[in-house]
T-cell receptor
Framework: DTAVSQTPKYLVTQMGNDKSIKCEQN?????MYWYKQDSKKFLKIMFS???????INETVPNRFSPKSPDKAHLNLHINSLELGDSAVYFC?????????????FGPGTRLTVL | AQTVTQSQPEMSVQEAETVTLSCTYD???????LFWYKQPPSRQMILVIR??????QNATENRFSVNFQKAAKSFSLKISDSQLGDAAMYFC?????????????FGQGTELSVKP
């Protein structure tokens, strides 16, 4: 079984559309994250949720809205997509204080905005 | 704010040889964790090795080892007996031990190529 899964793996869409990326972890972790990897492969945290509560929001435009229906899921909804949103988005999870603080990453979602 | 710097955008190594990837970081904290992640072309992020700042002993995982110099804020990765499968992007990352939500702060990455 995949520990952290994301759907879809590839997403191609037009500017101005609204899209969602789903993430699920089956590790029983209490914290989930969204990271963005840009075209230069730089990785940066976007959001972090602990037990369904938002704890990190790294100056991300409010067009991005994470939603955590339960501890095992953290979805990312993006409104009014822009060309600059094209990137790879990674979901990750960890148990704060556990597993020596290791984060497990999903396979990533490559978003292309045309 | 903490920062992580990888000054080598690209590195190359001959198969079976040893290569060292550099990483420096800046922090005012005394307790933190450091990681090296590998990202092959499949783009999956794979944890290679981790180091707790309070441990003086350098971490090792099979052919991978680190040189952790806390005073110098340096955390280099040594890959011994390089294999073709080691070719990937390598990221150094920092995580505070304080309550900062557990986020990882990444360096810019080093693209490692392995020549047969």
């Amino acid at each position: 079984d995949t520990a952290v899964s994301q759907t879809p793996k590839y997403l191609v869409t037009q500017m101005g559309n609204d899209k969602s990326i789903k993430c699920e972890q089956n590790l029983g972790h209490d914290t989930m994250y969204w990271y963005k990897q840009d075209s230069k492969k730089f990785l940066k945290i976007m959001f972090s949720y602990n037990n369904k509560e938002l704890i990190i929001n790294e100056t991300v435009p409010n067009r991005f809205s994470p939603k955590s229906p339960d501890k095992a899921h953290l979805n990312l909804h993006i409104n009014s997509l822009e060309l600059g949103d094209s990137a790879v988005y990674f979901c990750a999870s960890s148990q704060v204080g556990g597993s020596r603080n290791r984060q497990f990453f999903g396979p990533g979602t490559r978003l292309t905005v045309l | 704010a903490q920062t992580v710097t990888q000054s080598q955008p690209e590195m190359s190594v001959q198969e079976a040889e040893t290569v060292t990837l550099s990483c420096t970081y800046d922090t005012s904290e005394s307790d933190y964790y450091l990681f090296w992640y590998k990202q092959p072309p499949s783009r999956q992020m794979i944890l290679v090795i981790r180091q707790e700042a309070y441990k003086q002993q350098n971490a090792t995982e099979n052919r991978f080892s680190v040189n952790f110099q806390k005073a110098a804020k340096s955390f280099s990765l040594k890959i011994s007996d390089s294999q073709l499968g080691d070719a990937a992007m390598y990221f150094c990352a920092y995580r505070s031990a304080n309550n900062q939500g557990g986020k990882l702060i990444f360096g810019q990455g080093t693209e490692l190529s392995v020549k047969p």
